[in-house]
């Protein structure tokens, strides 16, 4: 649902060396820095037999960053098990050529087999999809197996079931059981792999999110992918010896990044200036949002609720790229002030200093590509690039542990770091919102790190998506956003507020955010006669608001004949938390929403969502479904989407005649058609 392509478009060249570039849902997808080197860099000064395992390729597909944050793993990792190991973002691989050129680049072939060795480390993402930086890829395995696809031109498009007759892969797919389509797109990659004569090493490994992903990872890199390799290509362990010695000695990891101070006035440079092809891929957002002034923000809920949900307008007016009515609005977050100054406090950082980055010492004659704007001020680097409130992930824990001088500190964070420590990290952390600010200025107070180790190791700040609640027909030149906010309380009864929506609740009309645009699902039929069934509870409203905007605009100013409007909505109570409730009431009045169907969960004993709504109007849906071409559009929690799928399949068997085999693959078939869409969230 989300995983449609950015709205901006950029030109880049692919990267045939070990490219350095990084990629959040608190818990699972972070943004990581770059990637490292292990012991040594390139293989063109190094003899294979340092690495008797031979070179071995990590290739990742990752929306926000945890799958990539896994590869880093693998490759700074790779020395002391006996790979040379390169990273490359499956964004490079566009074409055919690229897979020739890239993957099997000749210097990573095994001297032995003359074959490649591939890790794939691939996220699910929406309801099925794969990640932006991995379309182009999964639509080069579509078609070599003969599927049809909507790949970009530069692929041939001829199947071909030998394409990778010479690689060794293994797959480790990251996902949610929450989601219906739980970690379709590794299980498509591993299946497409052996159809297309690749040998696999391994069998799939599983993550899921909704468990403990980051335990299920490391219990398969130490169980599975470190034994299994050395088994299959190391001859014997000896080889090793010198980089595990290596690697016992070093208890801080590689730089990332060397860093000079420079005058804060060299800090003005426009970040859309920068060429694009020396940004690292996951970061290109940092570059291409646009500043966007709000022009109107109101609480929608009522303060006997407790809760708080904002109605924000964006003046996008002077955005090159122009909007799509629900489509989906990134907001790049920033932290607050008292967050930045209790890191600068606790690390001795000076805000006011200006630095710019470069490629780390070791690495000073690769190609270097920026993780976020450089130069620019420690304050906004804090500020602007920093996650510093979302739970970081117990990896960055034990980096972290690594700078403590207190051994009581470092032992507690070596512990929440471990397998055993998993119960103290999901107390300590987790359900404390404790992010890395608090552990630096009050769990481990005795963390010194420079300037330069805290960029090598911090995640990034990650845009956060929400679906657009307004017609750009109707409003070409404004963005509306119906975000709730998140807060509760920490354990040492300090307010917790989420890193997007506590920033946006802080912004006041005038000030300015930082956006940008991508596609969304949601699009209404070009037949404007056929009918329209929305369900979107609580701020699932969202684009139903905007597709009832276009809806009106179609017939109000377009003159068009538009079809049956139907939309279910849910909520607490009709005094509580009941959005939008004049603009619904003032839809019906016009004519566009023929019928309006509110789920009030809390007003009676027994609690009434929407799906019960729907399936009282059992025969009516599945007329205006399957007798008259409806649209359906669904958005909210995935619990809830999970409950309309069973209610539709329900009303399709009950009026319909299908079975449940049958009813699952028609609004699939509806789903391909783009008749059938959800947008929904964990």
């Not at 420079?262 to 800090?267: A, E, R």
Request: include cysteine; hydrophobic fraction near 35%; charge should be negative.
């Amino acid at each position: 649902a989300l995983a449609a392509g950015l709205a901006f478009v950029v030109t880049k060249k692919a990267k045939l060396n070990n490219g350095k570039t990084v990629d959040t849902i608190p818990g699972s997808e972070q943004s990581v820095p770059g990637a490292t080197e292990s012991c040594e860099n390139s293989l063109d000064d190094e003899s294979f037999d340092d690495f008797p395992g031979g070179p071995l390729t990590v290739l990742y597909g990752s929306q926000t960053g945890t799958s990539e944050a896994f590869s880093n793993q693998i490759q700074e990792q790779g020395h002391e098990h006996g790979f040379k190991v390169r990273l490359i973002d499956l964004e490079d691989i566009e074409t055919d050529d690229h897979v020739r050129d890239i993957i099997y680049s000749p210097e990573y072939l095994d001297p032995k087999t003359n074959r490649v060795k591939v890790v794939f480390i691939v996220s699910t993402y929406g309801e099925g999809e794969p990640t932006d930086n991995a379309l182009n890829f999964f639509n080069i395995l579509k078609s070599k197996l003969g599927i049809a696809t909507d790949g970009p031109c530069g692929m041939d498009g001829v199947a071909d079931s030998s394409f990778f007759e010479k690689m060794d892969y293994m797959v480790f797919g990251l996902g949610n059981k929450q989601y219906e389509h739980f970690n379709l797109v590794g299980k498509f990659f591993d299946s497409a792999l052996e159809q297309l004569s690749a040998k696999r090493i391994v069998e799939l490994g599983i993550g899921d999110d909704d468990d403990d992903l980051e335990g299920d990872y490391e219990s398969w890199k130490s169980d599975v992918l470190w034994p299994t390799l050395k088994a299959k290509f190391v001859d014997n362990d000896s080889g090793t010896e010198k980089c595990i010695a290596e690697a016992t000695r070093a208890s801080k990891p590689n730089l990332q990044y060397s860093l000079k101070y420079v005058p804060v006035g060299n800090t003005s440079s426009s970040t859309n200036e920068t060429d694009l092809d020396l940004i690292q891929n996951s970061s290109k957002f940092y570059f291409n949002s646009a500043n966007c002034p709000i022009t109107v923000s109101r609480e929608l809920r009522s303060s006997a609720d407790g809760g708080s949900t904002l109605h924000m307008e964006i003046d996008v007016s002077k955005v090159e790229n122009r909007y799509h009515t629900a489509d989906n609005l990134a907001i790049l977050p920033v932290n607050s002030s008292k967050v930045v100054e209790s890191v600068a406090t606790a690390l001795g950082f000076d805000l006011d200093a200006a630095f710019v980055l470069d490629a780390p010492l070791s690495d000073s004659d690769k190609k270097f590509q920026l993780p976020f704007p450089s130069p620019c001020t420690v304050a906004d680097y804090l500020g602007k690039y920093c996650d510093l409130v979302s739970p970081p992930r117990r990896s960055e824990i034990k980096i972290l542990s690594n700078y403590t001088t207190d051994p009581v500190e470092r032992s507690n964070l070596e512990f929440m770091a471990s397998k055993e420590g998993k119960e103290e990290y999901d107390s300590q952390i987790i359900s404390s919102y404790n992010g890395i600010a608090k552990i630096v200025s009050e769990l481990a107070t005795s963390i010194n790190m420079s300037l330069e180790e805290f960029v090598s190791m911090c995640p990034r700040l990650q845009p956060r998506y929400y679906t657009i609640s307004s017609s750009s027909s109707m409003y070409p030149n404004s963005v509306h956003v119906t975000a709730s906010i998140t807060a509760g309380k920490q354990t040492d009864g300090s307010d917790y507020k989420g890193v997007c929506t506590g920033h946006l609740s802080s912004l006041a009309v005038g000030d300015i955010c930082r956006v940008f645009v991508r596609n969304s699902s949601f699009r209404l039929p070009s037949d404007t006669s056929k009918p329209v069934i929305m369900i979107g509870p609580g701020t699932g409203i969202a684009p139903m608001r905007a597709l009832l905007q276009e809806r009106s605009y179609q017939k109000l100013v377009e003159k068009e004949s538009i079809g049956r409007n139907v939309l279910y909505y849910g909520c607490k109570a009709r005094h509580l938390d009941y959005l939008y409730e004049s603009e619904l009431d003032a839809f019906q009045k016009d004519g566009i929403l023929d019928e309006l169907h509110v789920a009030f969960s809390r007003e009676q004993e027994e609690k009434v969502y929407v799906q019960h709504l729907l399936e009282n109007n059992g025969c009516d849906t599945w007329n205006l479904i399957d007798k008259n071409g409806a649209s359906v559009f669904v958005c909210g929690g995935t619990r809830m989407g999970h409950d309309v799928v069973k209610c539709l399949s329900k009303i399709a068997s009950e009026f319909g005649g299908l079975g449940e085999d049958d009813a699952k693959s028609y609004f699939d078939k509806l789903h391909k058609e783009g008749r059938f869409v959800q947008e929904l969230w964990s």
